[in-house]
């Protein structure tokens, strides 16, 4: 049924939703992002889905969007890129807003829109090997659409450490920082994901989702208004020479023109 990712439900009702572009280090491509966005309504009106994992296939959990399809909007007309933009961003709200628990559980490391993923989830626990970054200034780019999930996530001080600079850091900052709820052995993780899944299923499905849907309104706003903020933001930066000059950069192997460090 998906090409880019799978999805699996076992008889509890505890469905295991997979990046599967591991060739890709799961990647996000415009087919992913549809996907994706099909499989969070699929899982939220299937009333026999209690809980959800995000997890991915192979080394990588999600290293972000696909360059490929960055590429391709920078060399779009502006209405196509504002559509893409959308998709992207329709994806994320569409998994954040789901009416099922989702619990992440980041295998391998996590980048750019990966982290974005990382932070829609209700809880998300890490390998502690992992590697996270919003890496996305290096490319002239910024976390746009993902922003207002990130931001809520971590609050803004603690944002600010991470936002802007592209740095990496590891599984202990992750938890310091709010992203991962716990980093734990990758031979643990199976077993800490299923301590969170458990008590959820002693739950009331309706009860679960009401109260979901109501810390949503209690936390940070993110309605529609604040959605085509990050949308026009992100549009914006396609268009920049920075943008250009940062992915003409990657794909020619080489650093861009504002590198200046040794």
Same mark, same amino acid.
């Given at each position: ?65 696909? *360059? $490929? ?6 060399? &779009? ?6 559509? !893409? #933009?959308?998709? @992207? ?87 310091? *920082? $709010? ?6 052995? &990758? ?6 994901? !299923? #301590?969170?899944? @458990? ?64």
């Amino acid at each position: 049924m998906f090409e880019t990712i799978s999805v699996t439900t076992d008889a509890r009702g505890v469905a295991t939703l997979t990046l599967n572009r591991a060739e890709k280090h799961n990647a996000m491509s415009a087919w992913m992002i549809a996907e994706l966005t099909q499989a969070a309504g699929q899982l939220g009106a299937d009333g026999s889905v209690r809980v959800v994992i995000l997890t991915g296939a192979g080394k990588s959990f999600c290293a972000g969007g696909d *360059l $490929g399809w960055m590429q391709d909007q920078m060399a &779009a007309d502006p209405d196509t890129r504002f559509a !893409e #933009a959308r998709k @992207l961003a329709e994806m994320l709200q569409a998994l954040n807003t789901m009416s099922k628990p989702l619990i992440g559980a980041l295998q391998g490391n996590a980048f750019g829109g990966g982290v974005g993923l990382a932070s829609v989830c209700d809880v998300a626990i890490g390998v502690d090997t992992v590697k996270m970054g919003l890496t996305e200034t290096r490319l002239g780019l910024i976390p746009a659409t993902i922003g207002p999930y990130v931001i809520a996530r971590m609050g803004e001080a603690r944002a600010r450490r991470v936002f802007m600079s592209a740095r990496l850091f590891d599984a202990t900052e992750a938890v310091e *920082l $709010g992203l991962l709820a716990k980093a734990v052995p &990758a031979t643990k993780l199976g077993d800490a994901v !299923e #301590a969170e899944v @458990l008590p959820y299923l002693s739950c009331a499905p309706g009860a679960v989702a009401s109260a979901k849907e109501l810390v949503r309104t209690l936390g940070p706003r993110i309605d529609d208004a604040v959605i085509d903020q990050t949308i026009r933001a992100l549009v914006d930066r396609w268009e920049t020479d920075e943008a250009q000059e940062g992915i003409g950069a990657f794909f020619e192997k080489r650093k861009p023109a504002w590198v200046t460090n040794t």
